[in-house]
């Protein structure tokens, strides 16, 4: 017997010892051998996933600069139809002159809209409305969030030559097939490239394939809804996955839910 240790033990072994480069660099030796060596290819994904992994659990906790920087004011001035007086009423409780509302311009409503004026105009309730809800939208992106955003850049730096998976061309209904392949790979698209939308896809559908009887894939697809900021959905999906086994992690997902 060889002194020389088996590539796929000694990658694991980088790996337990928490050698993530040097682990993904001999899984890559192997599958440059063997493309289809599922074990190395696990290996390899849940290396880089593990170099860029950002515990969900953590709260957001509000940093200096959005407590300095903080632009919430409250209006001086009631919209029309709100306060809280009579109308038709001063101060004193005399009564005053009918006055039409006017905007924030300082113009009065007239009750016609002129062209080119308040639709599409950015920052109106039409203009939020028609605007389609993503990953960056849903929230402000600020010093704690913005860790999420900067995550997708990670594959440039790991893997000069190209990604390490294509995932413009990843068949999911085929993946989310295999369960072991399956989680593996739904922690690197979801950590490693930050591509929550087709993280959420895979969950879905191996959610489905599992007869929505693995909690573990409700967990993660309440992680991809709080993601993009469907807070409601993510809660249903934290309790039902309570339903099925009670875990300190989901516990403590569905806490931070309620603190959003």
């Given at each position: 017997?060889?002194?020389?240790?088996?590539?796929?033990?000694?990658?694991?072994?980088?790996?337990?010892?928490?050698?993530?480069?040097?682990?993904?660099?001999?899984?890559?030796?192997?599958?440059?051998?063997?493309?289809?060596?599922?074990?190395?290819?696990?290996?390899?994904?849940?290396?880089?996933?593990?170099?860029?992994?950002?515990?969900?659990?953590?709260?957001?906790?509000?940093?200096?600069?959005?407590?300095?920087?903080?632009?919430?004011?409250?209006?001086?001035?009631?919209?029309?139809?709100?306060?809280?007086?009579?109308?038709?009423?001063?101060?004193?409780?005399?009564?005053?002159?009918?006055?039409?509302?006017?905007?924030?311009?300082?113009?009065?409503?007239?009750?016609?809209?002129?062209?080119?004026?308040?639709?599409?105009?950015?920052?109106?309730?039409?203009?939020?409305?028609?605007?389609?809800?993503?990953?960056?939208?849903?929230?402000?992106?600020?010093?704690?969030?913005?860790?999420?955003?900067?995550?997708?850049?990670?594959?440039?730096?790991?893997?000069?030559?190209?990604?390490?998976?294509?995932?413009?061309?990843?068949?999911?209904?085929?993946?989310?097939?295999k369960p072991k392949l399956a989680k593996a790979?739904?922690?690197?698209?979801?950590?490693?490239?930050?591509?929550?939308?087709?993280?959420?896809?895979?969950?879905?559908?191996?959610?489905?394939?599992?007869?929505?009887?693995?909690?573990?894939?409700?967990?993660?697809?309440?992680?991809?809804?709080?993601?993009?900021?469907?807070?409601?959905?993510?809660?249903?999906?934290?309790?039902?996955?309570?339903?099925?086994?009670?875990?300190?992690?989901?516990?403590?997902?569905?806490?931070?839910?309620?603190?959003?």
């Amino acid at each position: 017997m060889g002194s020389e240790m088996e590539p796929l033990f000694r990658a694991w072994s980088y790996f337990r010892r928490r050698k993530f480069q040097l682990c993904a660099d001999l899984c890559t030796q192997m599958l440059e051998k063997s493309p289809y060596d599922q074990a190395a290819w696990i290996l390899k994904a849940r290396a880089l996933t593990e170099m860029v992994y950002v515990d969900e659990i953590d709260v957001d906790q509000e940093g200096i600069a959005e407590m300095t920087l903080d632009e919430n004011a409250i209006a001086q001035v009631p919209r029309p139809g709100t306060s809280l007086k009579l109308p038709g009423t001063n101060q004193t409780g005399g009564p005053t002159q009918a006055v039409r509302p006017i905007t924030q311009a300082g113009r009065p409503i007239t009750g016609f809209l002129r062209p080119s004026t308040q639709s599409g105009r950015p920052g109106t309730m039409e203009q939020a409305i028609r605007t389609p809800r993503t990953a960056y939208t849903a929230r402000p992106i600020t010093s704690s969030s913005g860790r999420f955003v900067r995550l997708g850049t990670a594959s440039m730096l790991t893997s000069p030559d190209g990604p390490f998976i294509n995932l413009s061309r990843l068949n999911l209904t085929k993946y989310s097939q295999k369960p072991k392949l399956a989680k593996a790979l739904f922690e690197y698209i979801f950590h490693h490239e930050n591509d929550v939308k087709m993280a959420l896809d895979l969950a879905s559908l191996s959610t489905e394939y599992s007869q929505y009887k693995d909690w573990w894939w409700k967990v993660q697809i309440g992680k991809c809804y709080y993601r993009l900021g469907m807070y409601r959905e993510a809660e249903k999906q934290f309790k039902s996955a309570l339903k099925q086994q009670e875990m300190v992690d989901t516990f403590l997902y569905l806490a931070k839910r309620t603190q959003a």
